[in-house]
Each structure stands twice: as C-alpha cells, then as structure tokens.
C-alpha cells in the first residue's frame, strides 16, 4: 500500500506543477494536443479493443450488469466516436482569457473579470473508459492539469486510452505531467484522494449512486456531483400522439443504460385510452418491460404479448438503466409537476404537448438540469449540445448545472488597473 499512496501523491503533485504552465498554454499548443489525441485514438485502436477484450471477459464472468457492460464496452464505431468528440472540443473557442464584463469606476479604476483555469481536476470514475479520454481532453483545453482514477473493471482499457492521450499531448508541447492516471486499483486510494485539498481543487465522480454519495460526503474539496438520472417523460392531454410515441421510444429504447434514457412515462387521463395501446406496441416490439399502475394495467392488459408488471412504490424515482419503464396515468399537469417534483432526480425532464401554455409552465416549473418541450430526454450529452464532450452531467446548483464541459471547467479572476488610486 505504501508504493500507492506514494504514486498517487506524487503523481498528484507533478500535475500541481504542470497546471501552473498549463494555465497560460498558447491555445495552438492546446488544440495540436487534441487533434493528436483524436489522430491517435483511432492509430493505437488495435491495442486499446484487446485491452477492453480482456476487461469486458473478466467483467462479465464477475456476473457485472448489461447496463455496465454496455458501458465498459468499446469497438472501433464507439472509438471513432469518441475520437470525433475529441475533434469537435478542439474546433471550439478557447474559454481561457475570456473576459466577462469590463467596466471603469467612478474613481478611474477599470475593472474586468477574467476567465481562468481551475488548476487540478480530480476524476475518480467507474467502468466507461470513454470518461478517460472526455475528460482529459476537456480539462487539457480549459487549461487544468487531471488525476485519473478509473475503476477496476476497466483498468486495462483506462490505462491503454490514457497513454494514448499522453503520448499525443506531450508531442505536442503539454506540459509534462499535465495528465495522469492512477494505475493502482486498491479501493483506498479513493480515500486518500480525497483528502488530498491544497493539491486538487474540484472532485467529480461518475458512477453509480454508491460511489457519488462517497465522495460527496467525504471529500475535503469542493465536488461536482450528477450522473443518476431518474428521468419522466409526460404526455400532456393536447400531445401530438405519433409524434410523443416516436419521442418516448426513442428516450427508452435508443440506449436505455444511460442516464439520460427514460425512466417512468406519465400519462394524462384524457389521452390514456388512446396513447397507452401505441406506445406499448412500440415499446412491446423492443421488448420493453413495462412496470404499470393500476390504470395503465387495465388499458393494457387485453393487449397480448406485452411484457407487463403491476407497479410497486419503489418502481416510482428508480433509475432502470434497462429495457424497464414505469408508467402511470395522472389526471392533470399539476399531478404530473407534483410526481417529477418528488421522485425526480434533477437530471432531464420532458413534456410532449401542442399547448404552449402546458409547454412553459413545464420548462418554467420543473426543478432540472434538463427541461425539455416536445423532445427526446436523450440530448442530454456535451457532443449533443455542441460542448464537444462532458466531464459529467451535474444535477447540482452550483458552481455549474447539466453537461459539463469547458467552461464549466473554469472560474474567474478580477482584474483591476488604476492610476495611483487609494482608498479613502
């Protein structure tokens, strides 16, 4: 144990040193870096698809859930993906040295605020070797060095994306130590990392719930907090029916083991008798299994072939990450505010209707990262929002709400010049 605490530590510390340079890299240097990456992703993708071979075998004989082996898994398509999100944070403006708001004071002193990096990131992740690559891109072209501390399920395919990354970005001109990666898996080294205040300045944990409430509760810095996502989807009585069953499939069946998929479809009385039946054949026909209420149950049940089971209380704020949905009828919008009130978890929401009126007192009301008007919940993504990538969706308040990405990835410094002024 000790030659891990050591590793850590000092690894944490070089990358303490490389963000100073880091934070005043030129932005050529900065998107050189990440078109390497993106160039080497794709060069080295032989090495990085064995790597995930052998950690997706051992995974799945561990018995790991098809929603983590979904994520787990990599192929040349997901790498080409992820190469191409790469791409895309490079095409985008550099966020450092932004300046938000100038202005002189009545005693001559000019005053502005600039954008600046945050310094050290500290990521402690699990199973998605993705988030390896999202989100040293992301803290590289916001200018912060990056600790990496992936889980051991992926530990081979982390570790093969990671030195692809360094490999790429040193060649570049990086700073030396800007990103690194804890290769030791042992479980304690999570809690020295979070002890380790004064070295990283923000925490951000992307997992499960289990592993989030850790490090919210543990950490000696500040922690960006999200990734659970229990998200409704609501039909309003003046919905365009063919147009909220496209969504709705779309939202469960697109990938249903991420966070942004469907989860619980509520559904006005005055259109239940109609929309219920199209839905389930839609849904039906992907095999979705279908956690009813009472309502939903008697519409339904003379339907053949449909996966249905009688809803229990907790099947109300779950997050599926599976062909599962819970579906309730309610009576008005206000029930359906009310519903997504208690068992939301801040992450994305959607209303499908034709009433303007329904359609902003939902985007005006409901308490989300993500409130959506007739669309798919499944747009919640920092390549989807034209972010390039996330560092992770935060269902928080503060400092920053939903995809994370580059700015999100900053702070602020005033700046002022004067003429010789004192205070009075």
């Not at 300046?99 to 605020?113: A, F």
Request: with cysteine; glycine share 8%; proline share 4%.
């Amino acid at each position: 144990m000790p030659s891990a605490v050591t590793e850590l530590e000092e690894k944490g510390k070089a990358a303490k040193v490389a963000s100073r340079s880091l934070a005043f890299l030129a932005t050529e240097v900065k998107n050189k870096a990440l078109l390497n990456i993106a160039e080497a992703i794709m060069a080295k993708q032989d090495e990085t698809l064995s790597a995930n071979s052998l950690d997706y075998k051992e995974a799945k004989a561990s018995g790991m859930s098809a929603a983590m082996l979904d994520r787990l898994m990599l192929s040349s398509s997901r790498l080409e993906a992820i190469a191409q999100d790469v791409r895309m944070v490079a095409a985008l403006p550099d966020p450092v040295g932004e300046v938000l708001e100038e202005r002189t004071l009545p005693n001559g002193l000019q005053l502005s605020k600039k954008r600046v990096p945050l310094g050290v990131i500290g990521a402690i992740y699990e199973s998605r070797p993705n988030v390896t690559v999202d989100i040293s891109v992301l803290c590289l072209k916001s200018g912060n060095a990056v600790v990496l501390r992936g889980g051991k399920e992926a530990s081979r395919s982390n570790l093969a994306l990671a030195k692809v990354v360094q490999e790429a970005a040193y060649q570049a001109g990086v700073p030396q130590g800007a990103v690194q990666f804890i290769e030791s898996t042992d479980r304690a080294l999570v809690d020295r990392m979070l002890e380790m205040r004064g070295i990283i300045d923000l925490m951000i944990p992307r997992g499960g719930a289990g592993l989030i409430k850790l490090i919210a509760e543990n950490a000696t810095m500040p922690v960006v907090t999200g990734g659970v996502g229990v998200c409704h989807t609501y039909e309003d009585k003046s919905a365009d029916l063919d147009k909220a069953a496209a969504i709705a499939y779309n939202a469960k069946v697109q990938r249903p083991t991420v966070c942004n998929a469907l989860d619980t479809l509520l559904v006005h009385a005055e259109v239940a008798q109609r929309y219920l039946p199209l839905i389930a054949q839609e849904w039906g026909g992907a095999k979705v299994e279908m956690h009813c209420d009472e309502r939903t149950l008697a519409i339904l049940k003379p339907i053949p072939s449909l996966k249905l089971v009688p809803a229990e209380n907790e099947d109300w704020g779950k997050e599926f990450l599976a062909l599962i949905a819970a579906i309730k009828v309610v009576d008005s919008l206000d029930e359906a505010l009310e519903h997504i009130e208690r068992y939301g978890s801040g992450h994305s929401e959607a209303i499908i209707t034709e009433d303007n009126s329904a359609a902003m007192r939902f985007l005006n009301e409901v308490d989300a990262a993500c409130v959506y008007a007739n669309a798919s919940t499944r747009f919640t993504d920092g390549a989807q929002f034209g972010l390039g990538a996330e560092i992770g969706i935060s269902t928080q308040k503060f400092h920053a709400r939903g995809p994370m990405a580059l700015r999100e990835l900053t702070s602020y410094k005033w700046i002022i010049i004067g003429t010789g002024q004192v205070r009075p």
